[in-house]
């Protein structure tokens, strides 16, 4: 028998678990990776891999994101532009260190990335919610949160945002929408912390651009992050943001001390993306994800009773379903335990308490355990609407 794969969350016998958005195993690419490995330790300079690294990585690693960026993106930046993190909760968790001070004003969407709370909690900040809709994070309301922090003493400091294929409301920011942010960013001198940890997980057409590279002058630090594409256990990601702002995030400590903080693992996908196997593997991931999200999609159309609606996104890993007036995610939760789904209910995501949605992901199963998912969701909001009743 094979030992079962020891992860952060553990999965239960018998249920199907909404409650983690985790990739599955079962893509990772344990295959290209051992490749990757047994070609970069055998290398001459191989014993690089294992030293403290450059404060900003590998240059292997920072050359090629600044190809993809330069070819992807028209944003023509230099390797000394690129740090490499331990992946975006690292590089938030840095990014706030090195760019806030205690009793500074940070916003967030309602709803947001649930553990960049828990970040977020580390720091002696103060943390505002600002509302989003279809369209993603409402500006307008993002102006008068910061106007009332300096109201009240307050340094505005810094958004931190999913602008696409956000977790977990599973849409994009519009394009107007990311203009006027980025002119309502400089205006304000507002830093805008982009979590762009999905952009490569795009199904259908292009993914929208990047505020970073949409005008990269503007106060952006973006973080971007190999997690999704490749695997979470590497801890690889990179930070990029214009001069100013890169010059005191690169500054840090803790980079001073021990190096790049992902040195071994950060050679070791520069060594993957050298023998050009990355993009084939990304596009191979964005054809099994999007026929999950169909298959979700499809399933709760079917299951779901009348008065739930859901978003379905154009890339990522996330449904939000809004639950029929009436019920609350709290309400529910113990009812779909009985029905053996774990479930990620909406206040988790929301500060200001929003408890009628829940988080779906179609990341960690196949179509067939999402199918049953749906089901088994459908049963225990059908049985918890009765009770409510
Ligand atoms: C929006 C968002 N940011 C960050 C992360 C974590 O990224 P990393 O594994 O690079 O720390 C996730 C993972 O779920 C996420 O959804």
């Not at 975006?88 to 967030?108: E, I, K, M, Y």
């Not at 950060?266 to 050009?276: H, K, P, Q, T």
């Not at 859901?310 to 995610?329: D, K, N």
Request: glycine share 10%; with cysteine.
């Amino acid at each position: 028998m094979q030992p079962p794969v020891e992860t952060q969350n553990v999965l239960r016998d018998g249920f199907v678990e909404f409650a983690y958005g985790d990739p599955d195993p079962a893509v990772l690419p344990v295959e290209l990776l051992r490749e990757a490995a047994d070609r970069l330790l055998r290398r001459s300079d191989a014993a690089g891999a294992l030293a403290y690294g450059p404060d900003l990585g590998p240059r292997a690693l920072r050359d090629a994101i600044v190809a993809r960026s330069a070819e992807r993106e028209g944003l023509g930046l230099g390797a000394d532009q690129i740090l490499v993190s331990g992946g975006n909760s690292q590089a938030l968790g840095q990014v706030l260190t090195d760019l806030t001070r205690p009793g500074d004003a940070v916003f967030v969407e309602i709803p947001t990335y649930s553990l960049a709370l828990g970040v977020l909690a580390d720091h002696p900040v103060e943390v505002n919610g600002v509302p989003m809709d279809d369209a993603g994070l409402d500006v307008d309301a993002l102006e008068e949160a910061v106007r009332r922090a300096r109201g009240a003493g307050r340094r505005a400091r810094l958004l931190y945002t999913v602008p696409t294929f956000h977790n977990p409301a599973g849409v994009s920011l519009a394009l107007e929408r990311r203009e006027s942010l980025l002119e309502l960013a400089r205006r304000e001198g507002l830093i805008l912390v982009e979590d762009d940890v999905y952009r490569e997980l795009v199904f259908e057409g292009q993914a929208p651009p990047a505020l970073r590279a949409l005008d990269p002058e503007a106060p952006v630090v973006r973080l971007g992050s190999f997690a999704k594409t490749l695997a979470p256990g590497l801890r690889v990601g990179w930070i990029d943001a214009p001069p100013e702002l890169f010059e005191i995030v690169s500054a840090d400590g803790v980079l001073e001390s021990g190096g790049c903080v992902s040195q071994f693992s950060a050679s070791l996908v520069a060594a993957l993306l050298e023998a050009g196997v990355y993009d084939d593997h990304v596009v191979t991931l964005r054809r099994t994800y999007a026929a999950r999200r169909d298959a979700l999609a499809g399933a709760l159309r079917k299951e779901l009773p009348a008065g739930c609606s859901f978003t379905v996104p154009a890339g990522g890993f996330f449904l939000w379903v809004r639950l029929p007036r009436g019920l609350t995610a709290s309400k529910l939760l113990p009812v779909a335990e009985r029905h053996r789904v774990g479930l990620a209910p909406g206040h988790r995501f929301c500060i200001d308490g929003d408890d009628r949605h829940l988080r779906l992901p179609f990341s960690l199963y196949d179509a067939a355990s999402l199918a049953e998912g749906a089901r088994r969701l459908a049963a225990a909001i059908g049985e918890a609407m009765a009770g409510a009743s």
